[in-house]
Each structure stands twice: as C-alpha cells, then as structure tokens.
DNA sequence: AAGAAAAATGAATTTTTTTTCATTATTAAG
DNA sequence: CTTAATAATGAAAAAAAATTCATTTTTCTT
C-alpha cells in the first residue's frame, strides 16, 4: 500500500516509517501540514496518517482540506491528548479513525488494516491497472476517456476484476454473471468476451483478459 | 433513531437510556448477550452498543454473530480495559467504532452518529416504505418480493426516492436520468412513469408517485 | 505435422428496452 | 359547464442488447 505519514517529530515518524516498509508498504513521510498537503495533491494514498499538531498546518486543517476536495481516502489521526473534545472534533472533521499517543505499532496497523478495509468494501469504485469502475453507475473510466459498456459487458468485467489473478471457469461465468444453473450449449459467454476486449483494447491498447485454454478466463493488473 | 444497548450493568444501561432517549431516539436495553442477541434478530435497529463483558454471550460474541448472518448495523463496542489486544481485536470481528470506559456521553454521543453517518453515506441502499433497492444490482425488493425493473425505470425511481417528498419536474427528469440537455417534443418521461407504475402497484397495491398538475411527479413515503 | 478440442469471430436472429405517436382522460380556471 | 392545457394510455416503431449460428482460428496432444 502506500502510505503517507505526516509528522513533525522525526524519531516517531522514522520509528513508523520502517516498521510500516518491513510490512511491504510504500511510505511517504512530510515533515509538516504544508507538505502532507502538497504529497496529497500529487500522489494517490491508500491511507493518511496525520498528527494532530505539526507546524504550519495542523492535522485537522489537513484533514479538513482533504475531505473539501472530495477526496475519500481513509485518514487516522494521531492525537497527543485524550481529550473528548479531540476525538470528537476528529470525528466531526472527517477523520475515518484516531490513536491517542502514546500507541503500539501493533495498533497503528490494526487500525490501518481496519479503516481501508472498510473503504474499500465500502467504496463503490473499482480500479485495477487503468480502469476504473463506478459501481454505481455502471460506468468504466480509462486516461483516455469512457468506456461504454452494455450490462451484461459491465457485469462481466466487474466479476473478472473482483477476481483477478484467480481463473474464472464458464460453468463460474454462467452462475454468477448469467445467473443460470444449467449449462447452456451456447457460446454467449465466448462472444460478450470478444466484445468486451475489444472495447478494452480500442482504449487501452492492451488486452487484460486472457485465455486460459480449457480453464478458463482471467484477469491480469500488469 | 432505533438503539440496542447490551450492558449487564443496570446503572450504566439506564442512564445511558436516559440520555440518549433525551435525544429524542427509541432505547432498547438488553441485560446480557443473549438477549441482545434475540432483539437484534427481530428487530432493525440504526445502531448497537455493546458492553465487551456480559454473562452468557460477551459483546465480541454477539458482535461475531452479526456480522456472520449478513446484518451491516453498526456495532459500537464498550471495552472496560484499554489494552491493545481487544481493540485490534474488536476491529477484527466487525465492530465499526468502541470506546473504552469509563467514557462521557458526550463522546458515545459523537461516535454513533459518525458511525451512522458513515454506514448511511456508504451503504448500497436506499430504503423507504415498503421498497428497498439494491443500488448496486439495481433490483428492488418488496415484501411480496422483487419487482424487475428496466434501466430507465431504476433511474427514474431512485431518482424520485432521493428526492422524496419534493415535487420534480419534468425539465429536471430531462436532464437527470435521461441525460438530456435541450427539451424534446416527446412524452418519453409520461410513459415511462406509467409503466414504472404499474409495476409498483402490482406488487405494493398504491401508488407512490403522485403527478402535480403543471409542475411535476413526487415520490410520497406515508 | 495431423487431428481433436477449445476458443474466437462475423453476422444474423431474437429479445428487450426505449422512444414515438395518436387518442383518451383529467385538471384547473373562467 | 366549457374550454384549454396537461397528463395518461395502448399500441406501434425504432433502437439497443443479448443470444444463436456457422465458420475460422488457435491450442494442446500425439
């Protein structure tokens, strides 16, 4: 994942930084408001660790300027002091969580375990390599622009993605995605396949879905 | 709103009761985890409170079980001891907020409705009267079952329930749910509340959206 | 390299959805 | 009670989506 920490305290924030790194995640350290600001602009996080006080700007403004530009990624807030009024506040200003300090490390990532957990069974997108689906609406975005799918396109590419990595067998497809328990002796699965990639592939250039001969179907990120 | 408290220990679990029924919400109180659990079967509630430790089902226990059958309420939990342990683990079995006694009610107070708020903002459902959609597989549910709609008429109907209680007009629908931006010559909008319904009525026996001469169509709830 | 099974393809067909059209019913206002 | 505007309706037409079919291509096995 990666992950942004902004702390001005040098020792805590090196201390989470490594920690977080041997967990396998990419972390990303400001020294200040200011600059947690600036990283966040720029760069898509998983989830945004802010301390409370830091110079310049304080982790609440941070936090509030996140959630007026519409941004929804998960934000945990490190408080000094267990005040009510804190963690309330926190609350109130858009914070998905909060630690009071002093706080294990086990406890950090728990948290962070539990707060993009719940973001992402929560969120209604969907994005893997150079797609984004809104869930929603039913729409498929790349760089260059939207793909405009029929349902039954739009229900299959989901199911492929919510699966990737993994072969999707037809009898699979057939259950879920056509929502038939017998098997058909038709070939609709193979032809909304052809389709679907080709919409892909006019977009992005790539063909995501490969063949696996006499398994089925699978999704590949990269 | 409707709110579950599990807690052994009458003097918390009344005044409790008191403060929040001074909010104006309706209080259940459940003495053990048992007979948590048998509310929370029969009843829908907006929110549970669970005490950590209770005779025969502790909280993490009935915590477990809700999120086992399926239900989504937000579950706060109530841990005496602040050790780290339980809070990881009270993330890990479902919980969505817990607080750590003793606590001011003015802190319960601001965590239900964060977690309120959050389960409402990311939940997948719109629900009023006697229908429920499913926002995601675009089906709609009644008691006497589901009620099959086409694209259009899940737009259209969505689109009046997000609004209930306001009148709609038909420039509006236009540039909504069909996506159009010059007013046609058609009665496409008419027709198309005609057969949403019928299909309503079929299965609910009254009709929810009432027309107003000159102005518009509005979804009425009682 | 050849044969058989599996997958891909282009195009046709069927089904479903969306929109239009012509007509009837309802409403508000004089 | 009429009249004119608005809304509802049944049925047809048009458009879009889903499925089938016949054929070609690819893949694996021998």
Redesign the interface.
Known sequence: MEILIAEDDEQIANSLKKNLAEEGHHVMVANDGQEALRSIDSILFDVVILDWRMPKVTGVEVCKHIRNSGNKVPVILLTALSQ?AN??EA??YGA?DYITKP??F??LN??I??VVR?YQT???ELTVANLNLD??N?KVFTPRGEISLT?KEFDLLKYLISHKGFIISKEELTKTVWDWNFSTGTNVIEVTIKNLRKKLEEKLGKNLIKSVYGEGYIFISE
């Open positions: 009510v963690k309330v609350l109130k998905d706080f294990s086990e406890e728990a948290r375990q539990a719940r929560n969120s209604n869930l929603l039913r349902g």
